[in-house]
């Protein structure tokens, strides 16, 4: 298998040389996402989200053909391949990376040989067992996020992540997958219930002691909705606020469906960071 030549202006950086945290745009080719299903399942329709949010400051697209919502219906490898093959090529070709966002082996796989050069598993690499070979293989990135099958609220929620994420590096270590390619993500949502995704957020700064990157994905979650009592679309300001917050406590991605404002943010971070270590040298 050949391995992916990843843009290096868009690579995950050495943390200390990062200019800004990075802004990943969720581009979904489903029926049934909870956000935008329906909306991106014609190609050309999917094509022009990509171009838009490139155009509104994305510095990585993540393509997800599988609804990973509570309750959705799992998808087989052909049904997956067949909604993402027709848009993958064509957004490799638009000067992004591309993640590709998929638990399946298979899926990574063909994806990468397409372009792809992030694999966003929101299993962790546990889910498909295949996954972490391939990942090696293809020299991928990856992001691996933590999930549960059901939320329970006695548990001690950093405690379960932190666990996870330990096995999930492990697998990654063992198949060969450099350090500097992987990256953590808490998977606010993903089997959690609302007090544990806020306790996540106030202690986002803990998750760095297993010395990966952190990518925080809120975007339009149901947390933001319980607090401001608003639908799916209406969720793009306490999207926003989540995410600063976990950029202040030491995120170097957000995953998001509203690109500009995010990228307008991460870009107004940066220069404070700026101005603060000018501050700071003088």
């Not at 998929?102 to 050069?117: F, L, S």
């Not at 972490?132 to 001690?156: F, K, S, Y």
């Not at 202690?203 to 947390?223: Q, Y």
Request: charged fraction near 25%; charge should be negative; proline fraction near 5%.
């Amino acid at each position: 298998m050949t391995k992916v030549d990843f843009m290096t202006s868009y690579a995950f950086p050495d943390l200390g040389k990062m200019e800004r945290p990075q802004v990943m745009g969720i581009l979904n080719v489903t029926p049934d996402s909870f956000s935008d299903g329906g909306r991106f399942n014609a190609v050309e329709d999917a094509l022009a989200q990509a171009r838009c949010m490139i155009g509104e400051g994305a510095d990585i697209l993540d393509i997800g053909a599988e609804s990973t919502r509570p309750g959705s219906a799992p998808v087989s490898v052909e049904d997956e391949w067949a909604r993402l093959e027709p848009v993958l090529a064509p957004v490799c070709d638009m000067g992004r990376p591309v993640s590709i966002d998929t638990y399946k082996a298979e899926i990574a796989k063909r994806a990468c040989a397409a372009g792809a050069t992030i694999i966003n598993d929101v299993w962790g690499l546990q889910k498909d067992p295949a996954m972490p070979e391939v990942a090696a293989e293809t020299g991928a990135h990856v992001i691996m996020m933590h999930n549960r099958l059901a939320a329970d609220p006695g548990i001690d929620i950093l405690s379960d992540i932190d666990r996870w994420f330990e096995q999930s590096m492990k697998l990654a270590d063992r198949a060969g997958i450099p350090r500097d390619k992987q990256m953590l993500d808490p998977g606010f949502g993903f089997g959690k219930t609302i007090d544990q995704n806020f306790q996540i957020l106030n202690r986002f700064e803990t998750l760095k002691k297993h010395g990966l990157p952190v990518l925080a994905g809120a975007s339009r979650k149901r947390m933001i909705g319980a607090v401001l009592n608003v639908e799916t679309d209406e969720r793009m300001f306490g999207s926003l606020a989540v995410h600063l917050i976990a950029l202040q406590k030491g995120a170097e991605m957000v995953r998001v469906h509203d690109v500009c404002p995010h990228a307008d943010a991460v870009r107004m971070l940066a220069a404070t960071r700026r101005e603060t270590a000018e501050i700071d040298q003088d």
